[in-house]
């Protein structure tokens, strides 16, 4: 799996002092950034974006998730796995953030996105131990956080995978 460095698209360097260390993974969530996929950014453009939303406007350490997938199934890395991220209010410890870039309450999931998906949370479950149904969307997490994350296209398509 071909997986892009953040050296390819970071135009910043992380504040470790701001983040924890990650404990032993034990879940995986999936999001969507929910950016309008009609925005004529180039992906870097909409990766450098999302960062400096993170790091300048919230304060956080480095970018909340720590792989982003483009809507044409490029995988780039985001926080380093060595950190906790900053994408599940009050669940971050031991879990991996996958953000998909675009708005999948209304973009349909490509087949090039769902072959990358399917290999990068098959390696991640393979790397940490884990199961296909440790693998959870955003909105799973509904009774403490509100929301449709990661939208209902890749949710149905994250259902169809734990049921493989």
């Known amino acids: 799996m071909k997986i ?4 390819t698209w970071k135009n910043y360097l992380p504040v470790e002092e701001n983040m924890l260390r990650m404990k032993q993974v034990q879940k995986i969530t999936l999001h969507h950034t929910n950016s309008n996929p009609f925005y004529p950014y180039s ?3 909409r990766l ?3 960062a400096e939303f993170h790091t300048q406007d919230r304060g956080w350490g480095d970018i909340g998730y720590h792989y982003l997938v483009s809507g044409k199934g490029e995988i ?3 926080r380093s796995k060595f950190f906790q991220g900053a994408h599940v209010e009050s669940f971050n410890d031991a879990n991996i953030g996958v953000a998909v870039i675009g708005d999948f309450n209304i973009e349909k999931v490509s087949n090039q996105l769902k072959v990358s998906l399917t290999i990068l949370l098959t390696e991640l479950i393979a790397e940490y131990k884990l199961e296909r149904t440790d693998v959870l969307g955003h909105r799973e997490y509904l009774d403490k956080l509100p929301g449709s ?3 209902d296209f890749l949710f149905k398509f994250l259902k169809g995978f734990r049921d493989e």
């Open 48 to 50: 450098i974006s999302l």
């Open 76 to 78: 780039f890395e985001g």
């Open 4 to 7: 892009l460095s953040s050296e």
């Open 43 to 45: 992906i870097k453009e």
């Open 149 to 151: 994350c990661p939208g």
